[in-house]
């Protein structure tokens, strides 16, 4: 419960510190497998400009 509160208090901040903060407590909270399907459907529920922007993100080409 603690880390699905830790998604929502991140949500609704949409701060950069929070997504790392984030990232940090899925890495420990979720087994691989599970950050995986997390992530995937996440990225899955973009239209094809967000999609976009997420894949720049990670080649670390976001401003």
Known sequence: MR????VGYSLTTLDEQAMWELA???RVRLADAERRF?????FLALDR??????LDFAEGRCP
Do not use: H, I, K, N
């Not at 400009?49 to 997420?54: I, K, L, M, S, T």
């Open 3 to 6: 880390t699905a509160r830790m």
């Open 24 to 26: 940090a407590v899925l």
């Open 38 to 42: 997390l992530a995937a459907s996440t």
């Open 49 to 54: 400009e967000g999609q976009d922007a997420v």
